[in-house]
T-cell receptor, first 116, second 114 residues
Framework: GAGVSQSPRYKVAKRGQDVALRCDPISGHVSLFWYQQALGQGPEFLTYFQNEAQLDKSGLPSDRFFAERPEGSVSTLKIQRTQQEDSAVYLC??????????????FGSGTRLTVV | AQKITQTQPGMFVQEKEAVTLDCTYDTSDPSYGLFWYKQPSSGEMIFLIYQGSYDQQNATEGRYSLNFQKARKSANLVISASQLGDSAMYFCAMREAAGNKLTFGGGTRVLVKP
């Protein structure tokens, strides 16, 4: 597609419920990133994929968070047993090439998760 | 320690005037890139401008320019001739050569007054 597509746009989950957030990157983009953005703050890095390989998951806040990109294109961020502090906007970004240089990151519009 | 610091939580600017948004960064990596993004209320992060650590000249993109002062580790964004549509959150971000991820500052909210 023309841009990075994220779904759902909004998600309300009851505390303890599992959720799955989808990111469809720009076709051919090698790198894919997930960020968490709390209200009024800057995005915080969660995890990074190069093709299907998850090269960095240092930002995942707990073992309740899991991300995958099995075929090197679409990615899913799964949060198990959601808690209120998980409420945030989850942003996905993709880029064409690997490390180094001025390569652009294209962000999706995000999924706003509210845990009640 | 914070890697990216944006000290201005919010700013008002008069339409058609210029505004400078401050950004300081901290890294020991000699090779890095600095980015500015705009985030309107719709939530999407829109790329504005990029500056590489080895670039000799300050980056410019239309009404956006980056005042890069390497020794002071600052990368301020200048928006000239502000428009009402410039009202948004603005984020400074850095990518270090050792990694691929962007590290963001806390953002500055800009409100352009008619």
């Amino acid at each position: 597609g023309a841009g990075v597509s994220q779904s759902p746009r909004y998600k309300v989950a009851k505390r303890g419920q599992d959720v799955a957030l989808r990111c469809d990157p720009i076709s051919g983009h090698v790198s894919l990133f997930w960020y968490q953005q709390a209200l009024g703050q800057g995005p915080e890095f969660l995890t990074y994929f190069q093709n299907e390989a998850q090269l960095d998951k240092s930002g995942l806040p707990s073992d309740r968070f899991f991300a995958e990109r099995p075929e090197g294109s679409v990615s899913t961020l799964k949060i198990q047993r959601t808690q209120q502090e998980d409420s945030a906007v989850y942003l996905c970004a993709s880029s064409l090439v690997g490390p180094g240089g001025n390569y652009g990151y294209t962000f999706g519009s995000g999924t706003r998760l509210t845990v009640v | 320690a914070q890697k990216i610091t944006q000290t201005q939580p919010g700013m008002f600017v008069q339409e058609k005037e210029a505004v400078t948004l401050d950004c300081t960064y901290d890294t020991s990596d000699p090779s890095y890139g600095l980015f500015w993004y705009k985030q309107p209320s719709s939530g999407e992060m829109i790329f504005l401008i990029y500056q590489g650590s080895y670039d000799q000249q300050n980056a410019t993109e239309g009404r956006y320019s980056l005042n890069f002062q390497k020794a002071r580790k600052s990368a301020n964004l200048v928006i000239s001739a502000s428009q009402l549509g410039d009202s948004a959150m603005y984020f400074c971000a850095m990518r270090e050569a050792a990694g691929n991820k962007l590290t963001f500052g806390g953002g500055t909210r800009v409100l352009v007054k008619p």
